[in-house]
């Protein structure tokens, strides 16, 4: 029985990296919220560890601690190389994916021009840390340990919320304009509303082994990420999330395969290769999944991260993927809640989230199938005897075994999409009733896996560039409002588009203007990738995306910005 029944703007399930970066964006928005985890506290152990350029933008707009992350990131010098292909890790690879190698260079400049925040490798469990230390400072967020979503029931005015408290053993009732479902893979709220996911559920299965352990004096020659050993009867990956201390082995293994106590240690200390002592600290299972849910959204309920998207993990788009679902979605319930626009808003949520979505779950699914390429070169098969023959023949030094490794690492440069995303993490561009287009120009999605091209049409991510306020280095992102829109113009404009604004008599859009006086272009960026012409002017959604471009004022570009701003309100016009 309930025993008390409270009232929240927003309750978000689930204190993960989604749900804690949720709780972030909607206290930055100014929305009163409820945060529940059944579980007592953060994840212990690491998981993800793929943070992307695009997550790491979003967090600095949500006012993460950049220099915090950077603390708990793997230093570069460990990033040598991203993947490594061996017998056992005591041995020498076979081949490696380098990132720090020339030809890598070009495509390394350019993740540093197109974003403040490049990429980096964070530990799960480190970074839900730091998230869940600036969501429980801001004091619109109330975040409870412990306490399990048990049911729900909507209506036209909310969702009814049932909760279970742990801790003390009691129940309580949460009467929430809006839920948010960042509770994984497994969403009960998703199953609650009967959402199917689509797509394959078994693509593979593993068995992880965390451990602790210090294995630099064997990868010293090749410090890197993920180091791939194969055997004749086993197939393993090792992820070094700190190489000094921290490991994950993943053993592939049978849906429904039983494992003893002792294979665990069995299994690490083969791919191992010598006897450099581990300590075995958890073992877990999982398995490889490529599915999408049905639906985004259930009425007042929506779903975010992997209770609506599972992926596997080649490509680390998983998490990524889920930071801008919530990156979409809280700022246009902020301005719900906040009587600046009507419930038909959220309809644009999934519209413009599936497409990005879908192409992310093919992608991750396509890279995981193309390394079997890696795997044929090696000599894996089904047939034991002549995979270990051919493992045995490349140990050996002669002309044969060079050309064989010769083709390993020629499959292993072909993997480049794995490794390198800028264009799926960047390229994402919206389409629908918050962007205004001519019929001849629709946003065209410029998505490459590995390649990004920086574009001001509308639909797509504003470029990033460097501005300057004074003494203060900013990005274009940094002045983009967190709930209104907001409209870059030039100095030149920035008279007629604040005098058009303030005759609409409208509060809804912030004006920047970018010229010579306060804040002016840092370099030749702006000029470069902006290219804004005198009086022409850009109108940038809170998520960054822009909604609408023109090159030129006049009283027609004015309506059209203005009849937009009808659909931003959820206001029904012809």
């Known amino acids: 029985m309930s025993v008390q029944l409270e009232h929240a703007s927003v309750v978000i399930v689930g204190a993960g990296p989604i749900g804690l970066t949720a709780s972030c964006l909607l206290s930055q928005a100014g929305i009163k919220h409820i945060l529940l985890e059944q579980n007592l506290g953060l994840h212990q152990w690491p998981q993800a560890h793929v943070v992307s350029a695009r997550t790491m933008e979003i967090l600095r707009a949500a006012g993460i601690s950049e220099p915090a992350m950077r603390e708990n990131a793997t230093p570069l010098a460990d990033m040598s190389y991203l993947g490594c292909w ?29 974003t403040p925040t490049p990429n980096a490798n964070i530990p799960q469990n480190k970074l839900e840390k730091i998230l869940h230390q600036h969501a429980q400072a801001a004091p619109l967020g109330d975040i ?72 630099r004096h064997l990868v010293k020659a090749h410090p890197g990420l993920l180091y791939w050993t194969y055997g004749p009867e086993r197939t393993g990956l090792f992820i070094a999330y700190d190489i000094d201390d921290q490991w994950v082995y993943m053993h592939a293994c049978e849906e429904g395969q039983e494992i003893t106590d002792e294979q665990p240690e069995q ?31 259930d009425g007042r309920i929506f779903l975010a991260g992997d209770a ?6 080649t490509g680390g788009m998983g998490m990524n993927t889920g930071m801008q679902d919530v990156f979409n979605l809280c700022w246009k319930i902020a301005r719900i809640v906040n009587d600046d626009s009507a419930l038909a808003l959220l309809d ?19 890279n995981f199938e193309k390394m079997s390429q890696v795997e044929e070169a090696i000599g894996i098969s089904s047939n034991v005897e002549k995979t270990r023959e051919n493992l045995n023949l490349l140990d050996i030094d002669d002309t044969n075994s060079q050309q064989r490794r010769d083709r390993i690492q020629q499959s292993i440069n072909a993997q480049r999409d794995h490794f390198f995303m800028l264009g799926m993490d960047l390229g994402v561009c919206y389409d629908g009733a ?28 504003l470029p990033h560039c460097w501005l300057q306020d004074g003494d203060t280095r900013l990005s274009t992102h940094d002045i983009v409002a967190s709930v209104k829109l907001t ?7 920035y008279q007629q588009w604040a005098q058009a604004l303030a005759d609409t ?62 659909n931003y309100r959820g206001e029904n016009h012809e």
């Not at 191992?272 to 639906?295: C, E, L, N, Y």
């Not at 644009?348 to 396509?366: F, L």
């Not at 005198?534 to 004015?558: K, M, V, W």
């Open 86 to 114: 061996a017998h056992t890790l005591a041995k020498e690879p076979w081949g490696g994916f380098a990132l720090l190698s020339p030809e890598n260079a070009d495509y390394l400049g350019q993740v540093m021009v197109t």
């Open 144 to 215: 409870r340990f412990g306490h399990q979503l048990q049911s729900h029931v909507q209506n036209g005015e909310g969702v009814i919320a049932s909760i279970r408290n742990h801790e003390d053993d009691t129940s309580y009732e949460i009467n929430a304009d809006f839920l948010i479902a960042c509770d994984g893979a497994g969403s009960a709220v998703r199953h609650q509303c009967g959402i199917e996911m689509h797509g394959p559920r078994n693509l593979q299965h593993w068995a992880t082994v965390v451990l602790q352990a210090d294995f």
């Open 267 to 297: 299994w690490v200390r083969t791919a191992v290769g010598d006897d450099t002592p581990f300590k075995i600290v958890h073992t877990d299972r999982w398995s490889m999944s490529a599915q999408v849910a049905q639906h985004f959204r």
């Open 308 to 313: 609506a998207h599972r992926f596997p993990p």
């Open 348 to 366: 644009s949520y999934e519209i413009e989230r599936r497409p990005s979505v879908e192409k992310n779950c093919e992608q991750s699914r396509v």
């Open 434 to 461: 918050l962007i205004q287009t001519c019929p001849e120009d629709a946003p065209k999605n410029n998505w490459q896996a590995s390649e990004y091209n920086p574009s001001t049409a509308a639909g797509n991510r």
């Open 487 to 493: 409209l870059l113009t030039t100095s030149d404009g």
């Open 505 to 566: 008599g409208t509060d809804d859009i912030e004006i920047q203007a970018i010229g010579n006086a306060g804040l002016a272009p840092a370099d030749d960026g702006w000029a470069t990738l902006i290219g804004m012409k005198q009086h022409g002017a850009l109108l940038i959604r809170p998520d960054r995306h822009i909604a609408f471009g023109t090159d030129h004022f006049s009283e027609n570009t004015c309506k059209d910005i203005f009849r937009l701003l009808q």
